[in-house]
């Protein structure tokens, strides 16, 4: 079985080859969209790059390892979710990944 990353990826590709269509594999049922790093930018006023930090969150990852995937440093992960919960209203992973979810119902 394929661990999340090829899960979300595919094999061999990275998070910026995929990014475009990280919306729609995150969510196991079948692809039904492509959109929500523009959905979560819209909603919550997130970055381009706060937004796939909060996804790789939703899809169950740690903070650790999303900033591995993303390329970026954990120091870097932690500031943008800072600055993620600042725009969310929320203080905890927890509480974030139930705002993201309620925000894209059915997308993921």
């Known amino acids: 079985m394929f661990g999340v990353d090829e899960q979300v990826f595919g094999r061999g590709q990275s998070d910026q080859e995929a990014a475009p269509a990280l919306g729609a594999v995150l969510n196991r ?3 039904i969209m492509n ?3 523009d959905l979560l930018r819209g909603h919550f006023g997130l970055t ?3 937004a796939r930090l909060a996804l790789h969150l939703v899809a169950g990852e740690t903070l650790r390892s999303a900033a591995v995937k993303l390329s970026i440093t954990y120091e870097t992960a932690r500031s943008r979710l800072k600055k993620i919960f600042s725009k969310t209203g929320t203080c905890r992973q927890a509480e974030l990944i139930i705002a993201v979810i ?4 059915g997308c993921l």
């Open 29 to 31: 049922r079948g692809p």
């Open 35 to 37: 959109e929500p790093i």
């Open 48 to 50: 381009p790059a706060e």
């Open 102 to 105: 309620t925000a894209l119902p």
